[in-house]
């Protein structure tokens, strides 16, 4: 496995291989991975020639007061994970070579953005396309694959790439999970044991509604009631930033669950923003 740290040696490279008829996969990570990471790794390596993956803990996605400068992170143990996983190539540029101090060129999707995460998080979704556009420019891919458990970042990065006309094939991959149901997250190790203990009841209580629904339950201001609930029994000390119930294309929020619908939650826990979302509704 090759490690890249310059975006114009990394662009060149792809624009070399790409000439020799490869099909290259890019996977944005922003590091210290886990298992999820590695099946998105696993996923690329059967859907390209050449796998890349990014690991950039990209500083205009977080806003004032987030964890930027704590933000987990351990390149050789990383290094090493990728490479099990038939990595080809390991970009770790720095934020100097990935923007100038005078950026000041943003790509948008705003529509997609004003709920769920977007709401706390105003600036985050800006940062996301604009890197992943340059990440799209820098490695060449015609396939890249994200996670649905950012699944709002999937919906956006989709528009966009459908909106510009960017000739990626955007390939999206389930929420890998720990038995007990949490949802891996490079955020977990801020969690205390004790937290880690009622962690998942996060994945609980999206399950339970999904059931209510199942059951004919179609109000989602109740579901949503009824999931807050749960929380604040069940979860001692956590606060909610949001519970919401999606059009899962679109993010819009939905007042009946009489289609596709999607429940997405971020819980404040301890010092960790946890966030989760599962289709009650297909
Ligand atoms: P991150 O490093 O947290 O920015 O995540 C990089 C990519 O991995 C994103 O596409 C995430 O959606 C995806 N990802 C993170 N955690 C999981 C998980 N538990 N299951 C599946 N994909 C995940």
Not at 84 to 101: A, K, N
Not at 137 to 148: E, H, I, L, S
Not at 216 to 240: C, H, M, Q, T, W
Request: proline share 5%; with cysteine.
């Amino acid at each position: 496995m090759e490690i890249i740290k310059n975006p114009q040696e990394l662009q060149k490279r792809a624009l070399e291989l790409r000439a020799q008829g490869k099909k290259v996969a890019l996977v944005p990570t922003m590091g210290y991975f886990h298992r999820g990471h590695a099946s998105l790794m696993d996923a690329a390596r059967k859907l390209a020639d050449v796998v890349i993956v990014s690991l950039f803990v990209n500083p205009t996605q977080f806003g004032p007061g987030e964890d930027l400068d704590n933000y987990p992170h351990d390149l050789e143990r990383d290094a090493a994970l990728a490479q099990e996983h038939g990595v080809d190539i390991l970009f770790t540029p720095t934020r100097d070579s990935m923007y100038y101090d005078d950026h000041c060129t943003w790509v948008e999707v705003p529509e997609l953005g004003v709920n769920l995460c977007g709401k706390s998080r105003p600036v985050h979704f800006r940062g996301v396309a604009t890197v992943v556009t340059k990440l799209f420019m820098v490695a060449q891919p015609q396939v890249a694959v994200f996670g649905q458990k950012d699944w709002q970042q999937l919906a956006i990065l989709k528009r966009m790439v459908r909106d510009l006309n960017i000739p990626v094939e955007i390939h999206a991959h389930e929420i890998v999970r720990e038995e007990s149901g949490l949802a891996l997250s490079s955020r977990n190790t801020y969690l205390t044991t004790e937290e880690k203990n009622v962690a998942p009841l996060l994945c609980k209580g999206l399950k339970m509604l999904r059931e209510m629904v199942e059951e004919g339950e179609e109000s989602a201001a109740r579901l949503k009631d009824e999931l807050e609930a749960f929380y604040a029994a069940n979860i001692p000390g956590s606060r909610v930033d949001y519970i919401e119930i999606v059009d899962p294309d679109n993010i819009t929020i939905l007042e009946r669950v009489d289609g596709p619908a999607l429940c997405a939650v971020a819980v404040y826990l301890g010092k960790a923003r946890l966030i989760d979302n599962l289709l009650i509704k297909v």
